[in-house]
Structure formats: structure tokens, C-alpha cells
């Protein structure tokens, strides 16, 4: 469902370049779940956000559904990610300003249904029934995750990114969230690709690649 071609990108911060990606070819088979592992500044953030059309690459192609996701224009590619793309950030990317439950229906009122219901669902299912109405400021790094984790899914995409997702948890909640993962991929048939540095998510994979250098290896 994802094919990505000889992607790369390049930062340039006035004359310096930073080659973060360096020629990446990838497929990713529908109801996978494709861990990236690498070490820090290794490019995972970088790349997941290439492949879910987040960021525009400096050169190459990122297919989703044999669609290029930088061959169309910003606002197909907005509407297409809100529609089919969920992505957890590493650092949650929540608003201050609303509760967790606005957090989560927030991108189903981009497209155009306020699912309330489904986001109230969504939070019990990552186990904070009791702080759907809390702000940011009053969660914890583990629950501001969940909630992160919970906004990703409100539109039923296909394919769902998670940058460092068990990055800020501890080991109980990161065994939590490792499980909420492999049950929506069991039961919803969601596709994930999830970047990290944790051989735990890497070892439960169908499919681990590793990233060095913006550069992939297989296994
Ligand atoms: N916005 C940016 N501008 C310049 N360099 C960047 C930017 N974002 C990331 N980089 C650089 O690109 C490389 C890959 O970073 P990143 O994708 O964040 O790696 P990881 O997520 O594996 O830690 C690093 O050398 C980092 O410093
Ligand atoms: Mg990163």
C-alpha cells in the first residue's frame, strides 16, 4: 500500500546541508507492522514524516495507494493524510488550549464529522476515561501519549505513523501502548509503521528495518 522510491532529503540551514535521508526504497504490504529502529539523528523522524506526507522530500516518491503524495497539490495531500493517514509525533503535538477529548475529535472536524462519541470511545480504549477533560498541561508525558495515540485513529486511516511512540512511557505503559498497537492492527487490520529505538517494538514486528546515517538496512 506504501512504496517509497530513492527518497531523499537534504536540510539547508543557510550554506550548511544536513543529507538526513539518503536514498530510501521501502513497501510496506497493507496490515503490516513495520518497526524503523535506529539511533538518535539517524533520520526516523525525518523519514516518517516524509512517508506520511508531512514534509516534502528533496528528491524521490512516496506512494499510498499508488497515489504520489508529492505529485499533488498541499491541499489534496491535507485531505488525503486527514482521510487515510494517522501520525503519532514524538512530542505528542497536542493544542494547550483544548481538552483531550477536543484533542481527539479535532481531526474528524477537519473532515467535516464531529465524532464525539467514537473519540470518547477512543480515549477509554487507551485507558483515560477519567481525563477526557483534562488540558495538556494537567496529563502526564504517558497520558498526553495516549492521547496522541487516540487522535491518530478518530478517522479510521489505513496506515497509522508513530514517531518514538513508548519514547516518554514507562515500562508499564509502554507495554500498554505496544498492546493497544497489535490489537487495532489485529483487529481493524491497520497498517503501522512505527520508528524507534527500542528493540522490544522491533522483536513483536512482522518486519524490522534498520536506519543509520538516513540510510535503510533490512533484516
Ligand atoms: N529541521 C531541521 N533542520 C536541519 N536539520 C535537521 C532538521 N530536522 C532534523 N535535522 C537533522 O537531520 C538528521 C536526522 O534527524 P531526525 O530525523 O530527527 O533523526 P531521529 O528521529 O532518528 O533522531 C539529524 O542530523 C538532525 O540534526
Ligand atoms: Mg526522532
Redesign the pocket.
Known sequence: MLKVRDLHKV?R?GSKE?Y?IRGVNLEVNKGDISVII??????????LHLLGGLDIPSAGSVLLDNIDLYKISDSRRSKLRNKKIGFVF?FYHLLPEFTALENVMLPSMVGGRKRSKKAAELLETVGLKDRMDHRPAQLSGGESQRVAVARALINDPEIVFC?EPTGNLDSRMSEEVRNLIWKLNRENDQTFVI?THEPLLAQRAQRALY?KD?MLKGD
Not at 535506529?38 to 526516523?44: I, M, W, Y
Request: charged residues 15%; aromatic residues 6%; negative net charge.
Open positions: 536540510y540551514e544536513v538526513a535506529g539511533p538518535s539523528g539517524a533520520g526516523k523522524s525525518t523519514l514524538q514517531d520508528a536506519i538516513g
